[in-house]
């Protein structure tokens, strides 16, 4: 299994981004991806997750209402629209999936099956 992040880049406050999650190699349907933010000083939180069996999302106080995530499954592919960007949602943005739960039970780090590499966000004013 390989996750491959892009869409991260430096933005205004207020602006928006797209991240894409690139999933390949799973062999069933029964899986979460997950994104989890770190900022700068290594703090970590998962902001959402999203069921590729169910289609359904989880957030993260801190982002709901803001950000979105979505699948396209024809081409094996999780998104999350971030808006109204601030400072805070600054950081390292990584996917990793959890296999045979749902997104409720798949939130711990050390939980995570497979990880991608991250992709950077910078929020300026």
């Known amino acids: 299994v390989q996750l491959v992040e892009s869409g991260g880049n430096d933005v205004q406050i207020g602006g928006s981004l797209r991240l894409s999650c690139a999933v390949f190699?799973?062999?069933?349907?029964?899986?979460?991806i997950n994104w989890f933010h770190q900022t700068p000083t290594g703090a970590r939180e998962r902001v959402s997750c999203?069921?590729?069996?169910?289609?359904?999302?989880y957030y993260a106080d801190s982002v709901k209402g803001r950000f979105a995530i979505s699948g396209d499954n024809a081409k094996n592919t999780v998104y999350l629209q971030m808006n109204g960007l601030v400072p805070e949602d600054a950081g390292l943005y990584s996917c990793?999936?959890?296999?045979?739960?749902?997104?409720?039970?798949?939130?711990?780090?050390?939980?995570?099956?497979?990880w991608g590499r991250g992709t950077g966000v910078s929020v300026n004013s």
């Open positions: 999203l069921s590729r069996r169910t289609g359904v999302p």
């Open positions: 190699g799973f062999n069933s349907d029964d899986y979460v």
């Open positions: 990793t999936a959890v296999m045979g739960v749902p997104c409720e039970r798949a939130g711990s780090w050390p939980a995570q099956a497979f």
